[in-house]
Every structure is written in structure tokens, then in C-alpha cells.
């Protein structure tokens, strides 16, 4: 069976890596004042978090899914080029529509399309597609198979900025988010069978890092790693080398570091830290 592998463009994967296992990404949308700008498409990561704290409360940034013809493009386009089946794996149904979206545009080809909700964002989604990827030439239920694995030992967890831009999204209760507000605190969050909870918060980011160290270094060897930020490139290359220093025989070789994509980063905010990992 030739497996063909769809997925949404918050699953923050790099380019090398998609054009190595030949996935399908379909951008999710952003909208900036009105206008409507493909995932990766027409602003920079970088310009996008340089220009996000001075937006305007009123003129947020907002996002949109994809439209059920992207993923019917897509998927025709795979069954036409030989797949006998197509495997599409898509951010947490509990937090967008995306996985919704996907699934209707998936009933217009019966019993060739199966659709995974992946409970998870950026590479915590990233990296269950690249499992499916790697088992793809055993068929779909090897790949089905490892990505239940991958689910199983992930951990997503980030210390944002701020609360604000998660209470703007509706994504926390607003008693939580309102709370640090009023304190100047910086929450540390966790995506969990995917929904977002508070596990903490500090007055610091020296305080923060630390802790996000500590969660790192107790959970045990890790098979793959992805430091994630929201255009905090120094912060996270400081985390990198501080946990090099601490872990660096129980850390996998190839680490990642990825700026999170923008549809993401408009509902939790800039400078922000975090990463996704695959316990051994």
C-alpha cells in the first residue's frame, strides 16, 4: 500500500523535513488588518512577532482554518498520483476547526481518507507526523500504530509572556488568565489529550527557563526534541545551551529549534518558550 500523509501547517515541521518524507501541509490562515495571508505566505515569521506587540487590542491578529476544498485539492491530488490511501493528521480537534474541516472534505472519498485528531500542536503534532511518516512503507495501520506510540510518551509545555493573548483566544478560563494579569506573572502551560492547562507561574523569565529545565530533566531520556518560541530566538538558544550542559547524554543528536508558526503565535503571544518531546 502506498500511504500518502496530509497535514495542517501548525504542526511547525521544517521544510527539509517535509520535502524528505514528501508530506502534504495545507496553511492555515491569518488575517492582520483585514487581510487574509497563507501560513508562511506573504510575512515572515520573524516580521510577524516584530510587528505583533505594537498591533492594537482592537486590531489583533486573528486566524482561520483551512477551507474543506484545500484539503479536497489535496487529497485528490495524492489519489491521483498513486496513493491507495491517505493518512491526515491534524492539530487538536478540542482547540480549532481544522480537524473538522478535514474530515468533511475526507467523506467526498469513501474509504480512502482517514483522519487523526492529534490531541497536540506545533512539533507536538509535528513529530507524530514524522512517526507516521517513518513507518508510511508498512502500511496505515503501522503508521496508525506510531502515532498512538508518540502520542503516549509526549510532552508539550511552554512558559508564555503573558496570559493576555490566551484569554483573547477563549483558550483558559478567564479567572486563570485574569489572575495573571493582575499579578505580572508569566504562566507555564501544558497541552494535555489537547487541552491547555495552567501548571504554574513565576515572576521571572530566569525563573520560568528554570522551570521549564526542570520538566525537561525529570521525565526521563528523551527520543526527539523541539525547542519552540515565539520570536524569542536568543531566550531559546540560552535554554539550548544551559540544557546541554545539564543533559547532554540524555538528549537526543538533532534537536530542533523552531520559531512557532504565526496562527499559533497569535493566541499565546510573543516571547515565548517551549518545547515538544518524545520520551524514549
Excluded: W
Excluded at 103 to 132: E, H, I, K, Y
Excluded at 253 to 267: A, E, K, S
Aim: overall charge neutral; proline content about 4%; hydrophobic content about 40%.
Amino acid at each position: 500500500m502506498k500511504l500518502g500523509i496530509v497535514t495542517d501547517s501548525t504542526c511547525d515541521i521544517p521544510k527539509y523535513l517535509v520535502d524528505q518524507y514528501e508530506l502534504e501541509v495545507v496553511p492555515s490562515i491569518l488575517i492582520i488588518d483585514g487581510k487574509e495571508y497563507a501560513d508562511g505566505i506573504g510575512i515572515s515569521r520573524e516580521e510577524f512577532y516584530k510587528r505583533f506587540p505594537s498591533l492594537h487590542a482592537s486590531r489583533q491578529p486573528t486566524t482561520a482554518a483551512p477551507s474543506i476544498g484545500d484539503f479536497s485539492t489535496r487529497y485528490e491530488s495524492l489519489l491521483t498520483r498513486g496513493c491507495d490511501h491517505i493518512l491526515s493528521l491534524h492539530a487538536a480537534g478540542a482547540l480549532t476547526s481544522i480537524l473538522n474541516i478535514a474530515r468533511q472534505a475526507a467523506s467526498n472519498f469513501p474509504n480512502r481518507v482517514t483522519c487523526v485528531d492529534s490531541t497536540s500542536l506545533s512539533l507536538g503534532l509535528g513529530f507524530q507526523v514524522l512517526a507516521a511518516a517513518e513507518a508510511a512503507e508498512l502500511g496505515l495501520q503501522a503508521a496508525l500504530d506510531a502515532i498512538k506510540s508518540a502520542q503516549k510518551r509526549l510532552h508539550v509545555s511552554a512558559a508564555l509572556d503573558t496570559m493576555e493573548y490566551l484569554k483573547r483566544s477563549g483558550r483558559v478560563p478567564a479567572t486563570i488568565a485574569m489572575l495573571g494579569s493582575l499579578l505580572s506573572l508569566k504562566p507555564l502551560i501544558e497541552l494535555t489529550n489537547g487541552q491547555v492547562k495552567a501548571i504554574g507561574a513565576v515572576r521571572t523569565t530566569t525563573q520560568a527557563n528554570e522551570r521549564m529545565l526542570k520538566f525537561l530533566l525529570e521525565g526521563g531520556e528523551l527520543e526527539k526534541l523541539a525547542i519552540l518560541h515565539t520570536g524569542a530566538e536568543p531566550r531559546a538558544k540560552e535554554f539550548l545551551n544551559e540544557l546541554m550542559q545539564r543533559a547532554s547524554q540524555s538528549v537526543p543528536r538533532d534537536i530542533l529549534m523552531v520559531n512557532v508558526t504565526t496562527v499559533i503565535g497569535t493566541h499565546v503571544g510573543p516571547n515565548g518558550l517551549g518545547f515538544a518531546a518524545v520520551r524514549k
